[in-house]
């Protein structure tokens, strides 16, 4: 609630107190509030809680820590639908884009679970990096076209998360993640079996099948949506589930409302970091998450390391 209120608060514009009640300040002031700061506070909040919340699900059906959107080519194939859709149908409305990229969202992610079960995974850092080689193929494709359509300004907007030019009537579609990571709370007990393995899960008589498809719809159309309304914000869903996994545990439906509020959070803070470390000018959120995202990527895998030794 704190960071919301910062959030509210900074800017290029004044939005004091003191400009919000002045008679000739105030209406340009609460204009500002409504059409540009409250959207973007709200957009923030959104997109933190949803995306952290796949991170989870992905971390639970594949039973690894290291997993989420941008290490499992989540991310580079909603990329590469958003670029097929702009190509062949730039008229599509946004909805339509976001479901475009959500299948090819989904279509990713099934061949990286695909190729987990022809690789043989000797380490649990395998599975990540067998996610970063399949997300910098797709995203070399993805760049070479982009580049021979000129388009390359379209797919940095796609790939770098930027709450810039979050207005009234340009960030809604993003209330449909907060629709489904409500879903996926309703199922959090389901997605918890599942995650102890599959085996495990058709003894207790769960559908397996199911319930995995269920959980990789939702982090499709998550990371799809976010995409097409502000960008990319890598890492998100990794380090929050795991910060929240040591605190208080693996299960699901207890751990969900604790990721949703921490991603919410990080999320708001890189953004008043990007706010004010070159005031006015903005440096984008995914620039910010990108740096302490690795950062943290980097000890998670070291930890992992020493455990494993």
Known sequence: MILALISLLIGASDLSLTALFSPQEGERAVQILVVSRIPRTVALILAGMAMAVAGLIMQMLTQNRFVEPSTA????????????????APDFPVIGKMLVAAAFALTGTALFLRILRLVPLRSVLTVPLVGIMLGGIISAITTFFAYRFDLM?????????????????RYELLWVTFVLTVMAYAAAD??????????????????YRSIVSFGLIIVSMVTATVVVTVGMMPFLGLIVPNVVSMMIGDNMRRALPWVAVMGAGLVLACDVVGRVVYYPYEIPIGTIMGIVGS??????????????A
């Not at 300004?153 to 009537?169: C, I, K």
């Not at 899960?201 to 769960?206: Q, V």
């Open 73 to 88: 080519g989540t991310v580079e194939s909603a990329s590469l639908g958003l670029l097929i859709v702009t190509l062949f």
């Open 295 to 308: 950062a943290l990527f980097l000890v998670l895998l070291l930890k992992g390391r020493e455990r494993l």
């Open 190 to 207: 389901r997605l918890t079996l599942a995650g102890m393995g599959r085996d495990f899960a058709i003894n207790l008589g769960l559908h």
């Open 153 to 169: 300004q379209s797919l940095n907007a796609w790939t770098t998360g930027d709450f810039s030019g979050v207005l009234r009537g």
